[in-house]
């Protein structure tokens, strides 16, 4: 069984991580589905570990059939998904109904989460027939998580698809009976297993005529794709148009004027830019735009070196010269860190995409404004896009804008916002044009060669009434300035994106809660009396103290562990396989924690007063690690790979042992606490991982957050 134990923990892992890639893509990158999923997956879970008679032991033949259906289960799934839109007869490019959407992502999960929760409760019963603790079986099913985090990692680090994951995860899926089976009659089931490993193993060979069909159900005149740290490429060409999809949202076309619009525009209100730094967008046609200004030097920096392999052989001839140019260098490298490092310049141009989720938004914080400051020449222009409706905003869009607009002017005593579909907004210590005549005169000196922009365009911009009513807007609009901690951005991107199914949720101000002393009101502390007077009352049920606590725990450790991996990622970077080795750290702490707490518990049984101070030593240092957490985040220190790996360890061995603890502690029936804390631990880490990543951080930040997650396990020590 502890084989048995370890191949649950690596493909539900493995599992969960290739099916959440699959949903973002199929619901073009929308951070939300990405959320929902994770949470569902855990619901599911828990319903899986609840389910069954409790007193039934199954046999391991029994257990192979499971692993035998989880192995056939993922494929399907994935192939359900790719189809969806198909079936439900999406329009290619926009959104399905938001309850078809939500159906396909439960209905999808469904099949995986139960089978991955009714595993852990079947191999863990068991296991503990011969007299072993739920912590033990626990602790080994963490480390197999452990694993499959780190062959998820190692197989986006070696460029291997996605599908070619979700096969390798169903042959461990298949291949695990066999070494259950082994000595017992299951022949059938045998000759079943044998069958169904081959099969994959042929898929395995053709994954990429695999891939590429099912691809092309959702873009028909599909020329390349690939998956990338970042997300799916797709590459189609129709007649001479190239358009480039990342998780299969349009990411740019090369027939369209957007980087000639922003380029120009940006470009034009600096004197002479002769040394130029564009972040992203390189391979849009910024820098083909930017070299018609004979500049010195362009140092182009691009996050994604898969998209950039794919893209430039099938982009048009001007482009692939332009980035072949001498003047070019071409840098792969994440643009918050190449700044700490870089030389300074006469104009920064920010390519990169739209601030719609917690990855992107890293891009438009004050942290962010002020590192393109120092590294910004004297009268040096930053010049940034933000994609709008050109007519009419919404108030979420409005404060979205509002609240990058105000980061740029706490950063830059000079900033202009120029409307329209894509607004062109720049910052420098120095004065910018405020009429049309600079900028007209410059391109009549300069004459470079332009599709949309002219002198009459730009006297256009300045004049029409959309200047003067956005200028005004931005002044007059409440909302605060975006920060790393406090990522306002993010809250706006998910209500505008609800709105398209839900428009009346444009009315709700996510920030009223905050801003306007809401949580200082009395029911709130209410609430929190009425918490306290909960965990005191549940304190003399011991089934409803355990499960409170190991759920709380699951809670609070989900919710500092998204902390911790979104402060490292706006710090860092967003590489991936840096996140994957996080979530590594997270499940070792989890295994070593559940094994400490066994090994120690188990040696001190009959020394109960004693053993009782496990939990609160737990707790405490649960607390410690919330407020050095927090104190970190207040005071803006950077922390590392290592730092950062550790804190998410000693989360996790926090976690894990109070769930060992939880499962031995005065508990008579180890059988029968299986189902309900592993199913409380998950519950808790389901709403952990929506309410710290929906509501907590973008509302209180991450700073406040931490501290938050201290006061819940402070009071938590009422259940020890």
């Known amino acids: 069984m502890v084989i048995s134990l370890i191949a649950i923990g690596l493909i539900s892992i493995l599992g969960q991580v290739v099916l959440i890639r699959e949903l973002n893509v199929a619901f073009y990158g929308v951070e939300l589905i990405y959320l929902l999923a994770l949470g569902i997956w855990l619901l599911w879970t828990a319903a899986g570990a609840v389910i069954g008679r409790r007193n039934h032991f199954p046999s391991p033949g029994q257990i192979a059939v499971l692993f035998i259906l989880f192995g056939i289960s993922l494929p399907v799934d994935v192939m359900f998904i790719r189809s969806s839109r198909l079936i439900f007869g999406g329009v290619p490019g926009a959104y399905l109904p938001i309850i078809l959407q939500f159906t396909i992502v439960v209905v999808s999960l469904l099949p995986v989460g139960l089978l991955s929760g009714l595993l852990f409760q079947w191999a863990a019963k068991t296991y503990m027939k011969d007299g072993r603790t739920l912590a033990l079986a626990y602790a080994i099913e963490s480390a197999g998580g452990f694993i499959g985090g780190f062959v998820s990692t190692l197989l986006i680090l070696w460029g291997i698809r996605n599908f070619s994951a979700v096969l390798v995860c169903s042959l461990v899926s298949f291949i695990t009976p066999l070494i259950l089976l082994k000595g017992l ?425 004693f053993k009782r101070l496990y939990g609160a030593f737990l707790l405490i240092g649960f607390c410690f690690l919330c407020a050095f957490t927090g104190i970190t985040l207040t005071m803006g220190i950077s922390l590392g790979l290592a730092p950062i790996s550790f804190l998410l360890g000693a989360s996790g061995f926090a976690v894990g042992g109070i769930f060992a603890y939880a499962s031995i502690h005065k508990v008579e029936d180890r059988i029968k606490v299986i189902s309900p804390l592993y199913a409380a631990d998950l519950i808790g880490g389901c709403f952990g991982c929506l309410l710290g990543s929906l509501i907590f951080i973008p509302l209180a930040g991450m700073d406040v957050t931490a501290w938050g997650m201290f006061l819940v396990a402070a009071l938590l020590l009422i259940l020890v």
């Open 185 to 609: 009659r299951g022949v059938l089931v045998r000759s079943s297993v044998i069958l169904l490993s081959c099969v994959i193993l042929l898929l395995l060979w053709n994954t990429s005529l695999l891939d590429r069909r099912m691809n092309m159900l959702n873009h028909p005149n599909l020329v390349e794709s690939s998956d990338s740290p970042y997300g799916r490429i797709s590459v189609t060409r129709l007649h001479n148009q190239i358009s480039v999809f990342e998780n299969d949202a349009l990411a740019f076309e090369t027939e369209g004027t957007e980087s000639e619009y922003f380029c120009h525009l940006t470009a034009l209100q600096h004197p002479n830019p002769k040394n130029v730094l564009i972040l992203g967008g390189g391979i849009e046609g910024l820098v083909r735009e930017m070299l018609k200004y004979t500049p010195r030097r362009i140092d182009y920096i691009e996050l994604n070196p898969v998209l950039f392999q794919l893209t430039i052989q099938h982009l048009p001839d001007d482009i692939r010269k332009s980035l072949g140019n001498p003047k070019v260098r071409i840098v792969f490298a994440d643009p918050r860190r190449y700044l700490k490092e870089s030389g300074s310049y006469d104009l920064i141009l920010v390519g990169m995409p739209q601030p719609s989720s917690g990855q992107t938004n890293r891009f438009y914080t004050r942290e962010f404004f002020e590192q393109c400051r120092v590294k910004l020449k004297p009268g040096g222009i930053l010049g940034l896009r933000l994609h709008t409706a050109e007519n009419l905003w919404t108030v979420p869009l409005a404060r979205r804008n509002t609240s990058i607009y105000r980061a740029l002017q706490s950063v830059f005593p000079a900033t202009l916002f120029l409307p329209g579909s894509t607004n062109v907004v720049t910052a420098s210590d120095v004065p910018l044009p405020e009429s049309p005549d600079i900028m007209s005169r410059r391109l009549q000196n300069r004459q470079p060669s332009t599709r949309l922009i002219s002198k009459s365009y730009i006297e256009y911009l300045f004049t029409n009434d959309r200047y003067y009513k956005i200028r005004d807007l931005l002044h007059h609009e409440h909302a605060p300035a975006n920060t790393d901690i406090r990522p306002v951005c993010y809250p706006y991107a998910i209500i505008i994106w609800l709105s398209q199914f839900y428009p009346r949720i444009v009315l709700l101000d996510p920030f009223f809660v905050i801003d306007r002393g809401f949580l200082k009101s009395s029911w709130v502390w209410l609430s929190c009396i009425g918490f306290i007077i909960f965990l005191l009352v549940i304190r003399v049920r011991p089934a409803l103290k355990r499960i409170m606590l190991v759920a709380a725990a699951g809670f609070t450790g989900m919710v500092l562990e998204t902390i911790l991996i979104l402060y490292y990622q706006v710090t860092h970077g967003v590489l991936y396989q840096d996140i994957g080795i996080l979530m590594m750290s997270f499940m070792a702490g989890l295994a070593a924690g559940a094994m400490a707490i066994h090994k120690k518990m188990s040696d001190s049984m009959d020394r109960r007063p």
